[in-house]
């Protein structure tokens, strides 16, 4: 774990003065500690039949594009408005420094399909929370679970996310 918290840096007052903003770039640049960092989120999953990871926007992407292709699973992206073509459910919902949207076409995800929930980091639980609500009552997806890079334990967003199965978090900080 340390090789993994030694290539994240914080930086004070981004995006706003008091975030310690979580800056994962050294890891994304670093080969084994990327490596790492994917297996780690991916192997709690592993032969569970993952059929589809769902990544948050924008950095739920990068891993969840690896964490699909690691379990041979497809990959759908959750975005912010106005990125997608076309038909999309949306969702509103409360950041730890303001207020956002998030959609995914309506078509994205089939009745029934078994998926997993990527972001890189969990804070207040807020994006997570809007993602689940999309997967679950608009797609109509089965979610096996949430896998993060990092929580921020003492923001407390880890509540009311067991609703949307097993929460993986590989740094607790």
């Known amino acids: 774990m340390q090789q993994l918290i030694d290539l994240i840096r914080d930086v004070p007052d981004f995006p706003k003065p008091g975030i310690v903003f979580k800056d994962f770039m050294p890891l994304l640049a ?9 297996e780690m989120m991916a192997n709690p999953y592993r032969g569970k039949g993952v059929q589809v990871v769902v990544g948050a926007e924008s950095r739920g992407f990068i891993f969840g594009t690896a964490i699909a292709q690691s379990l041979s699973a497809g990959f759908v992206p959750i975005r912010k408005p106005g990125k997608l073509p076309g038909s999309v459910h949306g969702a509103d919902y409360a950041l730890e420094y303001g207020e956002d949207r998030l959609e995914i076409h309506t078509d994205a995800i089939k009745p029934g399909t078994t998926v997993l929930l990527v972001d890189d980091l969990l804070a207040t639980g807020g994006t997570l929370r809007a993602c689940g609500g999309l997967l679950r009552d608009k797609c109509k997806a089965e979610i096996l679970g949430i896998t993060v890079l990092i929580e921020l334990e003492a923001l407390g967003g880890r509540e ?14």
């Open 30 to 38: 670093d080969p084994s500690g990327l490596a790492l960092a994917v």
């Open 160 to 173: 009311g996310l067991d609703q949307f199965g097993q929460l993986h978090a590989v740094l607790k900080l």
